[in-house]
C-alpha cells in the first residue's frame, strides 16, 4: 500500500516562492504519473500540473503557467512543486497524486493515491 506525503507548505507574501515535495513510501511510483491539485476554500479540488512517468512531459493549469514548475526525483520516490511569483488566488491546500497510468494527466479520477495535502497562504 502506497502512501503520498507532502510538506513545505507555509505562509508567504504575493510576490515570494514556496517549494513544496512530496515523498512517496510503501511502493515505487517511478512509472506513474505524479501531479499537484489544490483546494481552495469552498471550491472544488482543482488540477496544477503533472509530470509523466519519465519526467519528459509536464502540463501545467493555464492559471500557474510560467509560474509554477513541476519536477521529480524517481529515485527519491519524490515529486515537486516550484511555486514563484505567488498570488494571493494561490491560496489553498496542495495535494500530491500518483495516476494509475503512467502519461501525464490534468484528470483526477486517474490518480489514485493523493497525499493528505499541505496549506499554502499567500497574503496581499
Known amino acids: 500500500q502506497g502512501h503520498l506525503v507532502e510538506s513545505g507548505g507555509g505562509s508567504v507574501q504575493a510576490g515570494g516562492s514556496l517549494r513544496l515535495s512530496c515523498q512517496g513510501s510503501?511502493?515505487?511510483?517511478?512509472?506513474?504519473?505524479m501531479a499537484w491539485f489544490r483546494q481552495a476554500p469552498g471550491k472544488e479540488r482543482a488540477f496544477v500540473a503533472t509530470?509523466?512517468?519519465?519526467?519528459?512531459?509536464?502540463y501545467y493549469a493555464d492559471s500557474v503557467k510560467g509560474r509554477f514548475t513541476i519536477s521529480r526525483d524517481s529515485a527519491k520516490n519524490s515529486v515537486y512543486l516550484q511555486m514563484i511569483s505567488l498570488k494571493p488566488e494561490d491560496t489553498a491546500v496542495y495535494y500530491c497524486a500518483a495516476a494509475s497510468t503512467s502519461y501525464a494527466t490534468q484528470y483526477k479520477e486517474t490518480y489514485d493515491y493523493w497525499g493528505q495535502g499541505t496549506q499554502v497562504t499567500v497574503s496581499s
Open positions: 509530470i509523466s512517468w519519465s519526467g519528459s512531459s509536464t
Open positions: 510503501g511502493r515505487t511510483f517511478s512509472s506513474s504519473a
